[in-house]
């Protein structure tokens, strides 16, 4: 099991961010290594929303969103060669929100002896990640004509 740990400050509310980060559909939006995302299941997003999403480099897996407590945390589990279970958690501050994120990646079968060469840029991408969402999210904050 490998976490990674990553936080920053995004200038908007808790609830805009938990709006567009708990829907994995956005993340096409800001994260340069998605090549698709769909929603399984029918209504708005919550607990048992089922998204099946492709990666780079990886195969098309199931997301589920376990845990969805709005404006404040969520969590989606994947499948896959990696079993990834990704937490999401905001806190106002006086900036907009304090986004807290765990990515606890479990390699399966014949992907534990690459993982380790595969964690280096696993760290690297998510830490980017942060910069992009947070970026993403500021300009959809922005009042028009700004």
Not at 126 to 131: I, P, R, S, V
Request: net charge neutral.
């Amino acid at each position: 099991m490998t976490v990674i740990r990553n936080s920053t400050i995004i200038n908007c509310s808790p609830e805009d961010a938990f709006d567009y980060l708990s829907d994995l559909r956005n993340e096409r939006e800001w994260n340069p290594t998605v090549e698709s995302v769909e929603m399984l299941t029918d209504g708005p997003v919550g607990v048992g929303t089922r998204f099946r999403a492709k990666w780079k480099g990886g195969p098309a897996v199931e997301v589920r969103t376990v845990r969805y407590d709005r404006p404040t945390s969520w969590e989606h589990h994947n499948g896959g060669p990696i079993r990834v279970i990704f937490s999401g958690t905001l806190e106002p501050v006086p900036e907009g929100c304090r986004l807290s994120v765990d990515f606890d990646a479990r390699p399966q079968g014949w992907f534990r002896l690459l993982f380790p060469l595969f964690v280096v840029k696993l760290r690297r991408d998510e830490k980017a990640n942060m910069t992009y969402l947070r970026r993403a999210l500021e300009l959809r904050s922005e009042p028009e004509g700004t």
